[in-house]
């Protein structure tokens, strides 16, 4: 069964800086992992979609990486801005299982 | 191009009774998942329908049904309710292998009170 796990469960930073928001996975037959976006009380905006081929994906100050062989995934943030805050949730789906399993996500905030 | 549309986006109903949840996916996607996701929480697989059936189902009691549409648009619909049923309701749309990844609505706040 595949658990996804992300830490940490809540992060502060001040505007500007770069951060790294970390997923893990327990099942590495993934293929492909998910990165969300989400704002209260709304729904889910894809980010950025890595396969299980790929080592990284990369839209405009995101950047994500995938390491299957050691079950993680890191979501990089570079030069955040207030605009920023929300909860990044990671998704992985196996082969043959068409589901997502999330994480329970991490919930950023960007001081100005 | 429309995304994923959902309806309603919000609702309250009582304990007891029944609800139904639509879903319209995105142009282009014949794939059609439902997920629940509680306050605080990463969002669970409710099922995912294709071509007009159930392809796969999460751990969800009977009381959590669906159906699709020949249109590819969806429906879910929760029996009995419990006031654990409250929840966001998430709808996702993908082609069917899933190789471009899901694309979700802005869900559906069920409150049952």
């Known amino acids: 069964k595949q658990e996804v796990t992300q830490i940490p469960a809540a992060l502060s930073v001040p505007e500007g800086e770069n951060l790294v928001l970390n997923c893990s996975f327990t099942?590495?037959?993934?293929?492909?992992l998910q990165w969300f976006r989400q704002d209260p009380g709304k729904g889910l905006t894809s980010l950025l979609l890595?396969?299980?081929?790929?080592r990284e994906q990369t839209s405009g100050r995101l950047n994500a990486s995938l390491d299957k062989s050691s079950g993680r995934s890191t979501l990089y943030i570079a030069a955040s801005q207030p605009g920023d805050s929300a909860t990044y949730l990671c998704a992985v789906s196996n082969f043959g299982n068409e589901k997502l399993t999330f994480g329970t996500g991490t919930r950023l905030t960007i001081i100005p | 191009d429309a995304g994923v549309t959902q309806s309603p986006t919000h609702l309250i109903k009582t304990r007891g009774q029944q609800v139904t949840l639509r879903c319209s996916p995105k142009s282009g996607h014949d794939t059609v998942s439902w997920y629940q996701q509680a306050l605080g929480q990463g969002p669970q697989f409710i099922f995912q329908?294709?071509?007009?059936?159930?392809?796969q189902r999460g751990n969800f009691p009977d009381r959590f049904s669906g159906h699709q549409y020949p249109n590819y648009s969806s429906e879910l619909n929760v029996n009995a309710l419990l006031l654990g049923d409250s929840a966001l309701y998430l709808c996702?749309?993908?082609?069917?292998?899933?190789?471009?990844?899901?694309?979700f609505g802005s869900g559906t706040r069920l409150t049952v009170v």
């Open positions: 329908y294709y071509e007009e059936e159930e392809r």
């Open positions: 099942d590495s037959a993934i293929y492909n």
């Open positions: 890595i396969q299980s081929s790929q």
């Open positions: 996702a749309s993908s082609p069917w292998d899933n190789y471009y990844g899901y694309t």
